[in-house]
């Protein structure tokens, strides 16, 4: 029973944080899950989603929202987002 309470929390969460724009659709945390996994069966951590990828533990690198990307953290191997920052050339 209260793994279904939290289970049932963490989903009006998830979609609480979608509606209100708060977080990508994309779930970051299923992303960590197979970057980890992914460290553990190559024994390194990927450089990117693309590596990933490249070695079929996801299909394609999802869409990230605007102006930012999908950074993976070589201490933590957790998946995140940040603001890309490309600097934009002058005409």
Same mark, same amino acid.
């Given at each position: 029973?209260?793994?279904?309470? #939290?289970? %049932? +929390?963490?989903? *009006? =969460?998830?979609?609480? !944080? ?9 779930? *970051?945390? !299923? %992303?960590? +899950? %197979?970057? +980890? ?6 024994? $390194?951590?990927?450089?990117? #989603?693309? &590596? *990933? @990828?490249? !070695?079929?533990? *996801? ?8 102006? /930012? +990307?999908? @950074? @993976?953290? /070589?201490?933590?191997? &957790?998946?995140? #987002?940040?603001?890309? =920052?490309?600097? $934009?050339? #002058?005409?």
């Amino acid at each position: 029973m209260k793994r279904r309470l #939290l289970f %049932l +929390r963490q989903m *009006l =969460a998830r979609i609480l !944080h979608t509606i209100r724009g708060e977080e990508s659709a994309v779930d *970051l945390e !299923h %992303l960590t +899950r %197979l970057a +980890r996994r992914f460290s553990v069966e190559q024994q $390194q951590v990927p450089k990117d #989603l693309n &590596e *990933l @990828v490249a !070695h079929k533990y *996801l299909a394609a690198v999802p869409p990230a929202p605007a102006r /930012r +990307r999908f @950074v @993976v953290d /070589r201490k933590t191997v &957790e998946v995140r #987002l940040e603001s890309d =920052a490309t600097p $934009q050339s #002058l005409p």
